[in-house]
């Protein structure tokens, strides 16, 4: 499985970013794809997920009512909606390919490349 993020970029404190993650090889019907973020000297942290069958989806409460995490099933896309972004929320975020329901970071068996948002305030 290989993922392809993309859409990074830098915006002011209240700007919008759209992130893209494009899944290929050999995947399965049912996967979940994790969005996580790390930033300078931090650890990975978990922001968001769905589950590519169900399209169910489920946020760090730290995201909640920002973020918004969605996936078009035939593109084998998932997206990373970030609204109203504030300077905490730079970071590398990474999107990543798994088999369970899971914020760990260490359940998730492929992970794309990363991409750099950045914030200004």
């Known amino acids: 499985v290989q993922l392809q993020a993309s859409g990074g970029g830098s915006v002011q404190a209240g700007g919008s970013l759209r992130l893209s993650c494009k899944a290929s090889?050999?995947?399965?019907?049912?996967?979940?794809m994790g969005w996580f973020r790390q930033a300078p000297g931090k650890e990975r942290e978990f922001v968001g997920g769905?589950?590519?069958?169900?399209?169910?989806?489920y946020y760090a409460d730290s995201v909640k009512g920002r973020f918004t995490v969605s996936r078009d099933y035939d593109k084998n896309t998932g997206y990373l909606q970030l609204n109203n972004l504030k300077p905490e929320d730079s970071a590398i975020y990474l999107c990543?390919?798994?088999?369970?329901?899971?914020?760990?970071?260490?359940?998730?068996?492929?992970w794309g490349q990363g991409t750099l948002v950045t914030v200004s305030s």
């Open positions: 990543a390919y798994g088999m369970r329901w899971s914020e760990d970071p260490a359940l998730f068996d492929y």
């Open positions: 090889g050999r995947t399965s019907t049912s996967y979940t």
């Open positions: 769905i589950g590519w069958t169900t399209s169910r989806t």
